[in-house]
C-alpha cells in the first residue's frame, strides 16, 4: 500500500524552508501514519533535495503530521534556480512512500 | 449572538476577479479582503514607484476595484486590501478616481502606511535573521524593508468610517482578523479570541485554496467545477466561533479534508504561529461537517504578541540566464542527455561565469532530482532540456541562453521550440524590528 492510498498532503513554503503536511482520509488511520512516516524517511526520500534538517509535528486533533524541511528549496523561492522555486510537487512526491498492508475496512466513500 | 460574514476576494495578486464578483453580489458578506501581496511583490513595486510617484500599488487594483466598487457601494460591504503594496496613497487616491468614474459618492478610503522601515532598518543595530549578518553590510544593495504591520491600524481605519481600507505589508490574517475586532469590539489583548480569529484568516488568506483549489487529484480527490471555482466566506460569531462555506452553486468544494490542507498550509510548528496581533496555537483546531461546503472549525487558541515584527527586506541580489529546448521521438532521451553535455562543455570553453548553474530535462528529473524520478525506468517520448545559471551581470545571464539556443544549429539531430531568458533577481531576507519602531499612520480620502 503507498501511502496515497491513506492521505492527502499540501506543501507550502517560507524563504528557504518547504513544509509538506501528511492529513489522513480516515482519521483512524492516523496512528498507522504516526507510526511509519518518520522525520528520517522523509528526510531520506528527499536527500536529493533538502539540504537541511527535517523536523515533524503531530497534530492528533485533525489526523494530521506537519514535516518542516530546511534549505529545501535552493537557496529561497525568490532566487532558486529550480523549476519549481516554490516545491508546490513535493507533497505529491511524498504520498509515493510505502506503507506497510495492514488489513482495514473499505471506506465508505 | 452577533456574527458577520467576510468574504476573501483574492488569494495573490493576479487571482481571478469573477469569484470576487460573485461574493459581492450573492456571498451576503459584510467585508470583502484581498490578500495580494507575495513576498518580493513590494521590492518589484518600490522600482515602480521609484520611476513614478503615482505607481507601486497592485498592477491589477485598477481591474478589481472596477469590478466590485458598485456592487460593494450597494450593499454595504466593506472592503480591506494590502493592494497598496509600496504606494497605499497612490492606490487609495486611484480608487477614488474609479469609484467617481463609476458615479459612486460618499465613499471613505483609509490608506495605511509606515510599514515602510528601510531607513530605520539602515540606521539602527539590526541583523539578517538568515545569515546573522548586519543590514548595515548589505545597505548598497538594500531596495525595501517592509515591517508586517498588525490589524490595529485597519481596526482604527474602520472606526473611523472608512468603507475601503487599503494597506501595503501587513500580516495576511491580520486583513481578516482586523474586521473581526472593531465588529464584536474584541480587546486587543483577548489572546484566545485573537487566537481564534486568526486561523479564521489563516484559512481564508488563500482565497480558492481552501475551496477545493490546489487540491484535486482525480480519482483520489476529484474536485467539480474547478473553472467556476467558488471563494470562501467565513461565518464568524462574536465568541470567534466560525463556519467556512461559500456561494451556494459556484464551484468547488469546502470540506474537512481541503480546510485540513489549508489549516497546515505555510505553518512550521502549528503550536506556535506568530503574527503582529497574537502567537497563535492552531494543534489543537478541530473540523466538523455541518452541511453540503459548511465546515465549523473550532479549538484553536492564543498566546501574548511578540515583541518584535518581521520584516520583510529585499536586496538586490544576482542574475539568471536560463535557455530551453526539446527533443521528442526513439532516442529523445539520450539527444536530450547529449544537449546538457554540450551545454556544460560550452559553459567552460567561452569562460561564462557563473556561481552556480542547474543542467534539468523536464520530463525526466528537473522536478526532484535523479533518485526519485528514475526509479520507474521508463523512457519519455518527449524531453525538455532546461539550463540555468546565476551569474553577476544581466550580459553574462544572456550569454547561457545563447548556448542553449545554438543547439538549433551546433546540437543534437531535431531540437525543436528553443527559449531564452535573462533577468535581474531580487531576493528577500528578514529581520525582526522591536514593534515601537514601526509607526502605522492612516490617511483618508472621500469619493
Redesign the interface.
Known sequence: MKL?DIA???T??????S?I?V?A?DEADYPLIEAHVTADRVKE?????VLGEVVR?E?P????L?F?MRQALGG????S????AHGK??A??LLDLEMPDVARPLRAT | MKTIRIGSGAGYSGDRIEPAVELAEKGDIQYLVFECLA??TIAIAQGAKLKDPAQGYDPLLAERMLAVLRPCHEKGIRIVTNMGAANPAAAAAKTRDIARSLGLEGLKIAAVSGDDVLETLKSGDHRIE?TGEPVSAMAGSLVSANAYLGAAPIVEALKAGADIVITGRVADPALFLAPQIFEFGWSMEDWDLLGKGTVVGHLLECAGQITGG??A?PG??DVAALARLGFPIAEVGEDGSAVITKVAGSGGAVT??TC????????????VYFTPDVVAD??????TQEGPDRVRVA?ATGRPRPATLKVSVGYR??F?GEGQISYAGPGALARGRLALEIVRERLALTGVEAT???F?L?GVD???????STAGGQEPYEVRV?V???TGSLKEAQRIGNEVETLYTNGPASGGGATKSAKD??????ALLPRELAKPAIAFMEA
Open positions: 496515497r492527502h498532503s499540501r507550502g513554503d517560507k524563504g528557504d524552508i513544509n503536511s492529513i482520509f526520500l528527499f536527500h536529493e533535495v509535528y497534530i486533533s485533525i489526523g494530521a506537519n518542516v529561497g523561492v525568490t532566487r534556480l529550480a523549476l519549481d510537487c513535493l505529491s512526491a | 513576498e518580493r538568515e490546489y487540491f487529484d483520489v480527490k474537512t479534508a485540513k490542507e489549508q489549516l497546515l498550509y505555510e505553518i512550521h510548528d502549528p503550536a492552531f494543534s489543537r483546531v478541530r473540523f479549538g541580489d544576482s539568471i552556480e548553474l542547474r534539468d523536464i528537473s522536478i526532484h532530482g535523479t533518485a526519485l532546461r540555468v545559471g546565476r533577481v531580487v531576493a528577500m531576507l528578514s
